[in-house]
């Protein structure tokens, strides 16, 4: 489960990571789990800058009651309006259907935005960020980084932060501001909005690779974020959202698809979770293969 930074707090020496646009969870195999660990580590920390309210029961109590019949709004058209592939595509149709016999409404809509300025300015973030924590690390231990040290991709996302200005961090993070009013007001007509995860099934492992050289900050940015163009969004605002596997393709890989929330609405995403779950059970699909 994704959640905003002040909801689970990475530790005292990170404060924001990425301006609020990253924050570590977990992985689990069931909501019982996800909501049990959230309340675990919901709250801030001594000295924290901001706070969320805390829920009215714990999220592991809440999940026992179904959520009320909710307006959802669902997509399968990415940001930047390029097709996606066909699994994920009847991953979100089928899930529609599961939906609606839930006694769910569903109507297709999507927040509307520039995706081109989206990359940019997330970019401007992640490169910015990827040198301060480089060259933090590199005092510590005394190195200096290099291509000895650094993946390329790695190398050429340093290289890009480390020219950028304090002008274009902050127009970048002002432009995360505005992009969150504009989800807050179409979350204003909804309770949920269900995309899927990725933009195509899994990619195999390597096929991301960070050290394939002549490969620029930017056309780095541009791959991953076409990879996974629905969930930078939430990143950005600081929504809850959660990915479930609740399709599978034909080689038995599960095919996510994402929920994502209003601020601080955690306890309906992880009630629907719940639903969703014990409509349609995932934790009996395990590979031939596994550790767990």
Not at 53 to 73: D, F, G, V
Not at 95 to 122: C, S, Y
Not at 248 to 258: D, L, R, T
């Amino acid at each position: 489960m994704k959640l905003p930074a002040i909801a689970s707090q990475l530790g005292p020496d990170y404060g924001d990571p990425l301006c609020g646009l990253a924050c570590e969870f977990a992985i689990t195999r069931s909501v019982r789990d996800t909501a049990a660990l959230l309340d675990a580590v919901a709250g801030p920390d001594v000295g924290a800058p901001g706070m969320l309210t805390a829920p009215p029961r714990p999220y592991r109590r809440l999940i026992e009651s179904p959520p009320r019949p909710l307006r959802i709004a669902w997509t399968t058209t990415p940001p930047s309006g390029d097709k996606i592939d066909p699994e994920c595509e009847r991953a979100v149709h089928a899930t529609v259907k599961l939906l609606e016999d839930l006694g769910h409404t569903l109507i297709e809509d999507r927040p509307r935005f520039d995706w081109q300025a989206f990359l940019a300015n997330v970019h401007v973030i992640w490169t910015s960020y990827t040198a301060a924590s480089i060259d933090a690390l590199a005092a510590s231990v005394g190195r200096k980084p290099g291509p000895d040290n650094l993946e390329a991709v790695t190398l050429a996302c340093y290289e890009d932060g480390k020219v950028r200005s304090a002008a274009e961090v902050l127009n970048a993070m002002a432009h995360g501001n505005a992009l969150s009013r504009t989800a807050g007001t179409f979350f204003e007509a909804f309770d949920v909005h269900l995309t899927p995860t990725l933009a195509r099934p899994p990619a195999p492992l390597g096929e991301l690779d960070q050290n394939r050289s002549g490969v620029s900050a930017m056309a780095w940015t541009e791959q991953v974020f076409n990879y996974v163009p629905f969930t930078p969004l939430f990143n950005t605002t600081g929504q809850p959202a959660i990915s479930l596997p609740l399709h599978y393709s034909a080689e038995g890989i599960p095919i996510g698809v994402q929920f994502a929330g209003r601020f601080a609405d955690e306890a309906t995403l992880l009630q629907l979770a719940a639903q969703l779950e014990h409509a349609r059970p995932w934790q009996h699909r395990r590979p031939a293969q596994y550790v767990g």
